[in-house]
C-alpha cells in the first residue's frame, strides 16, 4: 500500500486517510481489512480527486476495537462508519464497500443518508434468499467436496447466511435515492457466468439509480483480481457525480 497521508489509530478506531479531493469512504468485506483495496489506492489518489478513508472494521486488520459480535451486528458496523466520519469532521462523502462492506454502505445510506452522497459495491449483496437452481447439478472441476461445502455455507445455515440476514435491505430499495454503482464479478474461473446471470435477475426490478456494471474475468476480490478496470469504472462514476454539483 502507499504510505498513507494521515492514521487515525486509538483503541476503538482505524484509518488511513490518503490523497485530496471528494471524499471516499472504503469499507473491506468480513475476514479482510482495508489492504484489500491496496491495487487501486495510488492509481485513484493520483489523480488528485479523491481522499480516500480506507478503514480496517472492528477484529479485522490492525484495528484494536474487538467489539464481539461485529459480523452479525449491522448497528455496530454502521455506528463504527459513522465515528469515523465525524472523527475526521466530515459531514458527507461517497461509499464504496466490498462485500459485507458494501452491505454495511446500504444501511449507512438508510440510516444516515445525509452522510452519503453515491455508494459503490463491489460484489456485494442486497440479499440472498435461496440457493440459486442452476448449482443444484453443477460440478466444480477438481475438488467437487470442498464447493460443495462453500455453497452449502453461503445459502442454507452457515454462518456466512447468519450473518448476510442481519444486513439484509431489500425491502428499502425505493428509499434509496442517491446513485448507486454496482460492481459484479462476471465469473469465477469456470462457473460459466452462474453466480453474475442469477444475480443480475435478481436485480431485474431495481430503482433506475442503480447501474450494474460486470466485470470479466474476475472472482469475488474484483479490486484484486482486476484492479485497472475497477479503477476505471469507479473514477468515471464519482467523476460525473462530481462534475454536475
Known amino acids: 500500500m502507499p504510505v498513507p497521508d494521515s492514521i487515525i489509530d486509538n483503541d476503538k478506531l482505524y484509518a488511513r486517510i490518503y490523497g485530496e479531493g471528494e471524499p ?3 469499507i473491506h468485506g468480513n475476514c479482510g481489512s482495508g489492504f484489500t483495496f491496496s491495487k487501486i489506492i495510488g492509481p485513484l489518489t493520483d489523480t488528485g480527486k479523491y481522499k480516500l478513508i480506507i478503514i480496517d472494521l472492528p477484529h479485522h486488520g490492525s ?4 467489539a464481539a459480535g461485529f459480523a452479525d451486528n449491522s448497528t455496530l458496523a454502521v455506528q463504527y462508519c459513522v465515528d469515523i466520519l465525524k472523527e475526521l469532521s466530515i459531514v458527507s462523502c461517497h461509499i464504496c464497500g466490498h462485500s459485507l462492506g458494501g452491505m454495511i454502505g446500504l444501511l449507512l445510506y438508510i440510516q444516515h443518508s445525509g452522510y452519503v452522497k453515491s455508494l459503490a459495491l463491489m460484489d456485494s449483496y442486497v440479499k440472498i434468499p435461496e440457493r440459486p437452481a442452476e448449482l443444484s447439478n453443477w460440478i466444480y472441476p477438481g475438488n467437487e467436496r470442498l ?7 453461503a ?10 440476514s442481519g444486513f439484509d435491505v431489500a425491502g428499502s430499495l425505493n428509499n434509496i435515492t442517491c446513485p448507486v454503482l454496482e460492481l459484479q464479478a462476471e465469473s469465477m474461473p469456470g462457473t460459466e457466468k452462474i453466480f453474475a446471470n442469477w444475480t443480475a435477475e435478481k436485480r431485474a426490478g431495481f430503482p433506475a439509480n442503480w447501474e450494474i456494471k460486470r466485470v470479466p474475468r474476475s472472482g469475488h476480490f474484483i479490486q484484486i483480481e482486476q484492479p485497472q478496470a475497477t479503477i476505471d469504472l469507479l473514477d468515471k462514476f464519482w467523476s460525473k457525480i462530481y462534475n454536475c454539483k
Not at 63 to 66: D, M, P, Q, T
Open 155 to 164: 445459502f442454507d445455515d452457515g454462518p456466512g447466511v447468519r450473518w448476510i
Open 63 to 66: 484495528c484494536r476495537n474487538k
Open 147 to 153: 464447493y460443495k461445502a462453500e455453497v452449502d455455507d
Open 24 to 26: 471516499v469512504l472504503m
